[in-house]
C-alpha cells in the first residue's frame, strides 16, 4: 500500500496490565504500515514468550555493551530489569516507510519525543484501578513481588499521560482498538507530515 505520508515513531506507554499489549497486537494486524519495534531486556522469558518475537534477553553484560557502543536510543530500568530500544532499527525502518511502534515505559517515552519530536504518544488508561489490579491478577505469571512493584509504579505512570498527545481509555477493546486506529489515520493526515511532493505535483 502505498502511503502519501511521512513515516514516525508512534509510542505507546500504560501501566502494566492496563491491556497495552492486546491494543497493539490488534494494531499491528490491522496496518501492515506499521512495524513493531522488538525491545532488548534484561528480564527473564514469561512462559509463552520467544526471543527476537517478544524480546530480545540478554545479560546485563550484553546490555551494557549495547549502552557503551550507543546503540540504544533509550533505554530505563523498570520494575528492576534494564529495558532498551535499538536505534539502527528504528532508523531504517521510518527511512523504509514504516511506522514505527514503541510499547515502552513513560522515561523511555519521554526520551524518544526529545529524539524524535514528530513522535507519536499515546497513553493507554485502565477504566478504574481495581480493573487495572484484576488484569495484573490473571495474567498469573508475575512473582508476588513483581506484582506489587508493578502496582506502586502504576499510580506513579498515570499521572505522567499529562505529557502524552493522546489517551485511550481500554474499557472495550472494540472501541479503544478503533480509537487507537484513528488516531494513527488522523496523525498520517497532518499537513506537516504530508510527503512534499504530494502537494507539489497539484500545483506545478
Ligand atoms: P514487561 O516486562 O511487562 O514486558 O514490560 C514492562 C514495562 O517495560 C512495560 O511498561 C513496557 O512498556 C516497558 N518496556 C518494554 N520495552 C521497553 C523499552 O525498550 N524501553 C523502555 N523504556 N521501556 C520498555
Known amino acids: 500500500m502505498p502511503r502519501h505520508s511521512i513515516a514516525f515513531p508512534i509510542v505507546v506507554s500504560g501501566p502494566s496490565g492496563a491491556g497495552k499489549t492486546t491494543l497493539v497486537d490488534r494494531l499491528l494486524a490491522a496496518d501492515p504500515l506499521i512495524h513493531r519495534s522488538i525491545s532488548t531486556t534484561t528480564r527473564s522469558p514469561r512462559a509463552a514468550e520467544k526471543e527476537a518475537v517478544d524480546y530480545f534477553f540478554v545479560d546485563r553484560g ?3 555493551k549495547l549502552k557503551q557502543n550507543n546503540e540504544l536510543i533509550e533505554w530505563a530500568e523498570v520494575h528492576g530489569h534494564l529495558y532498551g530500544t535499538r536505534k539502527a532499527y528504528v532508523e531504517e525502518q521510518l527511512a523504509a516507510g514504516f511506522d514505527v511502534l514503541l510499547n515502552i515505559d513513560i522515561q523511555g517515552g519521554d526520551r524518544v519525543k526529545r529524539e524524535f519530536p514528530g513522535a507519536v504518544m499515546v497513553f493507554i488508561l485502565p477504566p478504574s484501578f481495581a ?11 508475575l512473582a508476588a513481588t513483581d506484582f506489587s512493584v508493578r502496582l506502586a509504579a502504576a499510580r506513579v505512570e498515570i499521572s505522567a499521560s499529562a505529557r502524552y498527545d493522546y489517551l485511550v481509555v ?9 480509537d487507537l486506529r484513528g488516531i494513527i489515520t488522523a496523525e498520517r493526515c497532518r499537513r506537516e507530515r504530508t510527503a512534499a511532493d504530494v502537494v507539489k505535483r497539484l500545483i506545478e
Do not use: P, S, V
Open 131 to 141: 480493573d487495572l489490579e484484576q488484569r495484573l491478577r490473571a495474567r498469573g505469571d
Open 62 to 64: 550484553r546490555f551494557e
Open 170 to 178: 481500554n474499557d472495550d477493546l472494540e472501541r479503544a482498538a478503533g
